[in-house]
């Protein structure tokens, strides 16, 4: 899940999504950083459930 996140969060994919435009008055750029983040923390949530 770390390398997951860390590439997923890197410079190369991050520049895909610095362009201009709006997704609901949202920069698409802050739309794919919280849409990874939340989808990074519901993986590991689904994980650490697995465990128990």
Do not use: H
Request: some cysteine.
């Amino acid at each position: 899940m770390f390398l997951l996140g860390c590439a997923l969060f890197n410079y190369p994919v991050l520049s895909i999504f610095s362009i201009d435009g709006l997704i609901f008055g949202i920069p698409i750029l802050y739309c794919y950083t919280f849409f990874t983040w939340a989808v990074v923390i519901g993986l590991l949530a689904v994980i650490l459930e697995q465990r128990k």
